[in-house]
């Protein structure tokens, strides 16, 4: 239990473009998830917390007109990078925290796979 | 400060050896700890949470000093499977995790 997916795995696209990645935990109901940045050899940065149904909590420096999440339901969230850079290439990485009543533990964040994006 | 720091390694060790690693993280209030497994390319999975008394979990070791504010890992009878970057985590509450930028075991055969 407490699988954590996220789609797509890679993607390489132009500069200016939109990336959105989606993060869905499969099978239990995760009420908060995070989104995450991991550059080369650099620890995972937070970049939001996202509740379901509310908006999302962007930590410090971290632009929330460029970087758009939706967490409609409670097993999805959608992280969208807006106009994308080659500066924003790096891997993204969400995580779920299980509810009361669901398979994993609720003091335990599920990572999905991340998205290696890569920005020509 | 970085809120957790790791040293970065790499740790080289032969099969069968012990290994051990600290790091510390400098908010004092800080709940939860965490030892975090990253393999090359791939999302970290929990190893182990550390808790105040230290805990054992097979070959692993985990010790947590609230005093000096650090924690440390130890992997006895290394494994070449044990190959990988070991990430300390602390957190303030439940949910919100602080990310060492990760230590470096690699185990040789």
């Known amino acids: 239990g407490a699988v954590v997916s996220q789609h797509p795995s890679r993607v390489i696209c132009k500069s200016g473009t939109s990336v959105k990645i989606e993060c869905r935990s499969l099978d239990f109901q995760a009420t908060t998830m995070f989104w995450y940045r991991q550059f080369p050899k650099q620890s995972l940065m937070l970049m939001a917390t996202s509740n379901e149904g509310s908006k999302a909590t962007y930590e410090q420096g971290v632009e929330k007109d460029k970087f758009l999440i939706n967490h409609a339901s409670l097993t999805l969230s959608t992280l969208t990078v807006t106009s994308a850079h080659p500066e924003d290439s790096s891997f993204y990485i969400c995580?779920?925290?299980?509810?009361?009543?669901?398979?994993?533990?609720?003091?335990?964040?599920?990572f999905g796979p991340g998205t290696r994006l890569t920005v020509l | 400060r970085k809120e957790v720091e790791q040293d970065p390694g790499p740790f080289n060790v032969p099969e069968g050896a012990t290994v051990a690693f600290n790091c510390t993280y400098s908010?004092?209030?800080?709940?939860?700890f965490f030892w975090y497994r990253q393999d090359c390319r791939k999302e970290p999975k929990l190893l182990m949470s550390v808790y105040s008394s230290g805990n054992e979990d097979g070959r692993f070791t985990a010790q947590l000093n609230r005093a000096s504010q650090y924690i440390s890992l130890l992997i006895r009878d290394s494994k070449l499977s044990d190959s990988a970057t070991y990430l300390c985590?602390?957190?303030?509450?439940?949910?919100?995790?602080?990310f060492g930028a990760g230590t470096t075991v690699t185990v040789r055969a």
């Open positions: 908010n004092s209030a800080s709940q939860s």
């Open positions: 985590v602390v957190s303030l509450n439940d949910y919100k995790l602080s």
């Open positions: 995580s779920a925290a299980g509810s009361s009543g669901s398979p994993g533990r609720t003091d335990t964040q599920y």
